[in-house]
């Protein structure tokens, strides 16, 4: 079955970095493009990257725009966000995602805070 597998969260100092990452199984990796949203408490979901089925297409919220980079290995079925100048409204659960008719597909999530 499909299945999105998220690691890489935890507690970092404002200005750190941390670098998630999702493991997909189940489906043809290579043939979907990935996201990763977020989700703070009280708050909607949002979209932070996206990222083409090649890796070349690559968008951000503008939020993250010079500070998060998003990539792919299609040999190793993940996609990874690299995050940098993390600031504490960056805190939230970071969610892996991609859309499989009739619906999207989500991950378990993997926490990330950001406090000193």
């Known amino acids: 079955q499909v299945q999105l597998v998220e690691s890489g969260g935890g507690l970092v100092q404002p200005g750190g970095s941390l670098r998630l990452s999702c493991t997909a199984s189940?489906?043809?990796?290579?043939?979907?493009?990935m996201s990763w949203y977020r989700q703070a408490p009280g708050q909607e979901r949002e979209l932070v990257a996206l990222?083409?089925?090649?890796?070349?297409?690559?968008s951000y919220a503008d939020a993250v725009k010079g500070r998060f980079t998003i990539s792919r290995d299609n040999a190793k079925n993940t996609v990874y966000l690299q995050m940098t100048s993390l600031k504490p409204e960056d805190t939230a659960m970071y969610l892996c995602?991609?859309?499989?008719?009739?619906?999207?597909?989500w991950g378990q999530g993997t926490q990330v805070t950001v406090s000193s």
């Open positions: 995602s991609f859309y499989m008719t009739p619906n999207r597909r």
């Open positions: 990222i083409g089925t090649t890796g070349t297409i690559k």
């Open positions: 189940g489906f043809a990796f290579g043939g979907y493009a």
